[in-house]
């Protein structure tokens, strides 16, 4: 994987998790150990390099295998990565209402896992929710910076409760398990000879 120097504990944290009962608990030891109080500007700047790398892997891919299987359910890899850009946006903008004081209190944001984005989504829609994602993560670590240790109302409906500011680091370790099925999308593709893909792309 990638990322090891850029985004180190958003790997220790996907390192260590899976869906199991004993997978889930590791994450929210490995989350507890490396979220403290001011950790926000770390946890920023990992999450920047992981939207870079999610850029990078976006724009080097060819559009056709957009609508290729993107290793999750029934999805392609359209469905699949504006489902992260949402999940990245929206867990750290929630996260951060609470931070902030702005939890709505009688019509509460509810996490629902596996719900993919657009089958037709182009590069750059693809781009575009990227670019949201990321401003809104940016917004949501100014509200989280300083109450990192809040309890957070967010509840997972596999992880539970988790603090403000492990919300934050969560985020980028939802990332990594898309990244990790578009990597392997990317080395594919490149133990395929040029004339062959090409070949591929223009049969039917």
């Given amino acids: 994987m990638r990322l090891d120097a850029e985004a180190p504990d958003v790997l220790a944290v996907w390192r260590v998790t899976d869906w199991s009962l004993a997978g889930l608990k ?5 989350v507890r ?15 920047e390099a992981v939207g870079d790398e999610l850029e990078r892997v ?17 999805w392609n890899v359209a469905q699949a990565f504006a489902h992260t850009t949402a999940a990245r946006r ?13 939890w709505p209190e009688e019509q509460p944001p509810v996490v629902v896992p ?25 917004i949501a670590a100014e509200r989280i910076e300083g109450k990192e240790l809040n309890r957070c109302l967010m509840k997972h409906p596999l992880i539970g409760h988790l603090r403000c500011g492990e919300w934050l680091l969560f985020v980028g370790v939802h990332d990594l398990m898309h990244l990790e099925q578009l990597h392997r999308i ?6 395929v000879p040029a004339t062959a893909a090409g070949s591929a792309g223009s049969a039917g």
């Fill in 26 to 30: 590791a994450l929210r030891r490995e």
């Fill in 33 to 47: 150990a490396r979220v403290q109080e001011g950790s926000v500007p770390g946890i920023l700047a990992q999450q």
């Fill in 58 to 74: 976006l724009r080097a891919l060819p559009e056709r295998l957009l609508r290729a299987p993107g290793g999750e359910e029934d």
């Fill in 90 to 102: 929206f867990l750290a903008t929630w996260a951060s209402l609470d931070a902030a004081g702005q």
């Fill in 114 to 138: 596996s719900v993919p984005g657009r089958a037709d989504a182009s590069v750059e829609q693809l781009l575009t929710l990227l670019d949201k994602s990321r401003a809104g993560i940016r």
């Fill in 186 to 191: 990317e080395s594919e593709l490149a133990a």
